[in-house]
């Protein structure tokens, strides 16, 4: 996607003489530009997703990770203890792929040990919300884990549960998601953040790229105008090219991924 070209398509609304204002995230600008109908769904209907095996492990090991890194000096024993605490039971069919899963997650967090034992960082804030004006707007996010370097540098770290290359990853969105943090950090949380990282947590390969703030004005340009429309209650037609990847795509009156 190219975001001038989208903000060239997409025109503001007229003018309100009270403009509304809006909540705006990462979560609701996603679906508005991939299936506006997809957004509709969601946030203005109120459809809840249903778990899946995969959502559910990956809000168990959030949970498990944001919980391990607010105690003091705690070991894979407690990681795994906090694992089994935090575990999410809604989304599996049966007891046997609820097991499989469960073990797939164990192994994860035994491997994210291992890169714990060789951490140089400070993990400086874990599940840290922010939230900053943006005209009348607002724009609200919440960072899995920032880290502070040794030379005082600011790490933004999304953890990723799923694998690399599967359905749905985009690596337009994770960008977008990232700079969207970054701009958080600087605009609600008072630091600069140097590098954003993906962090995948099943194989800890890292994507790091560093963080370049000549995007911000394209990027406020893009929340700002999307929040505009949400709030105007502009819905744009769905785009079925994301069907195949929808939770909503078997009652969706306009998918075409039924099967
Ligand atoms: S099933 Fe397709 S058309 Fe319907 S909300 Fe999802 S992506 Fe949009």
Redesign the pocket.
């Known amino acids: 996607m190219n975001l001038p070209a989208w903000l060239a398509a997409h025109p503001a609304p007229p003018a309100q003489k009270r403009p509304r204002s809006f909540e705006i995230n990462f979560s609701r600008l996603r679906a508005y530009l991939?299936?506006p109908?997809?957004y509709k769904?969601r946030f203005v209907d109120g459809r809840r997703q249903p778990f899946t095996p995969a959502s559910a492990l990956g809000m168990t090991i959030h949970k498990a990770l944001e919980a391990f890194h607010r105690e003091e000096a705690p070991d894979l024993g407690r990681l795994l203890e906090l694992y089994e605490r935090h575990f999410h039971h809604a989304g599996f069919d049966d007891p046997r792929l609820k097991e499989q899963w469960y073990k797939k997650g164990e192994g994860m967090l035994r491997r994210y040990w291992k890169d714990e034992e060789g951490r140089r960082t400070r993990a400086a804030y874990m599940e840290r919300e922010f939230i900053f004006p943006l005209g009348p707007h607002t724009v609200r996010g919440m960072i899995d884990r920032v880290d502070e370097h040794p030379d005082g540098r600011f790490e933004v770290i999304d953890y990723k549960t799923g694998a690399e290359g599967e359905a749905g990853e985009s690596s337009f969105f994770q960008d977008l998601q990232l700079r969207i943090y970054g701009l958080g950090c600087k605009e609600a949380l008072g630091f600069d953040p140097a590098l954003l990282t993906l962090y995948y947590v099943a194989t800890g390969h890292r994507k790091t790229r560093e963080y370049d703030a000549s995007g911000e004005g394209e990027l406020q340009a893009l929340l700002g105008r999307a929040a505009d429309l949400m709030a105007a209650g502009k819905l744009l037609p769905?785009?079925?090219s994301?069907?195949p990847s929808?939770v909503?795509?078997k009652t969706?009156q306009?998918?075409?991924?039924r099967d």
Do not use: G, M
């Open positions: 991939e299936c109908w997809e769904l769905p785009d079925t994301f069907c929808c909503f795509r969706c306009f998918s075409v991924a």
